[in-house]
C-alpha cells in the first residue's frame, strides 16, 4: 500500500511553459508537491479541486489575469484561505498594490531568483507565531 503524500502542494499558473516548469521545478527540488494549471480557468478547477496549500499565479494570463483569479479564490468560502502568490515582470508599485489589495499575500517580480520564490512559499507556509 502506498502511503499518502504529506508534502505540502503548491498549485503554479502560467501560460508560459517554459516559466511554469521553471517555477514547478524549483519548488520540487525544494521538497513540495506541485500541480500545473496553464490558464485561468484550469487554475481555478484545481484551486477548488485539490485545495493548495499554496497557489503561485502569473498576472498576465490569457483570458483574466491572476489579479482576477486571486479575487475569484478570495470570495470563495472554498478557497479564501489557500496562500496566493503573483509572479509578474509588471513591478511598478500600483501593479503590486493591486495585487495586495486583490488578496495576494505576497508579490514577486519576474524574473525572479528561485531562492526568493521558496523563502515566500516556506514563510506563508509557517504557523503564526
Known sequence: MTEPDTRPLILCADDDDDILSLVALRLERAGFAVRRARDREEALELARELHPAVAVLD????????IEVVGELRSD?????????????????????????????????????????????????????
Open 59 to 66: 498576472v498576465m494570463m490569457p483570458r483574466r489575469t491572476g
Open 77 to 129: 468560502p472554498a478557497t479564501s484561505d489557500i496562500k496566493l502568490i503573483l509572479l509578474s515582470a509588471r513591478v511598478q508599485q500600483n501593479d503590486v498594490d493591486r495585487g495586495i489589495d486583490a488578496g495576494a499575500d505576497a508579490y514577486l517580480p519576474k524574473p525572479f531568483k528561485a531562492v526568493d520564490l521558496v523563502e515566500v512559499v516556506e514563510g506563508l507556509l509557517r504557523p503564526s507565531a
